[in-house]
């Protein structure tokens, strides 16, 4: 059974960096043709994407995000994290981690974690 867990800050501060992580188990993040990604939902908005990272180590980020955004990982941790850096109040929104398998659908997510910025 895969499972997947966000965690990190429930709050942070306008312009600070967000750190959140993915752990993990029952999968490793290093295995080829697997996408770890992150994504997020904000109110009234819909699910966007933030970006993955490929079990080879080759990222890829959504535009809207790639000036201020990095995915990293520990592979002896099996876990990936990612960086927001300068957040401000339209970065409030519920984060998940999921994982992709090539050209499929999501197939394992994480329960998502809640990040408010707020002064």
């Known amino acids: 059974q895969v499972q997947l867990q966000e965690s990190g800050p429930g709050l942070v501060k306008p312009s600070q960096t967000l750190f959140l992580t993915c752990t993990v188990s029952g999968a490793s993040i290093a295995a080829s043709g697997y996408f770890w990604s992150w994504m997020r939902q904000s109110p009234g908005k819909g699910l966007e994407w933030i970006g993955y990272q490929e079990g080879s180590g080759l990222r890829w980020y959504s535009p809207s995000f790639q000036s201020r955004t990095s995915i990293s990982r520990d592979t002896s941790k099996n876990e990936f994290t990612l960086q927001l850096n300068s957040v401000t109040l339209e970065d409030t929104a519920v984060y998940f981690c999921?994982?992709?398998?090539?050209?499929?659908?999501?197939?394992?997510w994480g329960q998502g974690t809640q990040v408010t910025v707020s002064l």
């Open positions: 999921a994982r992709k398998i090539g050209q499929a659908q999501y197939d394992y």
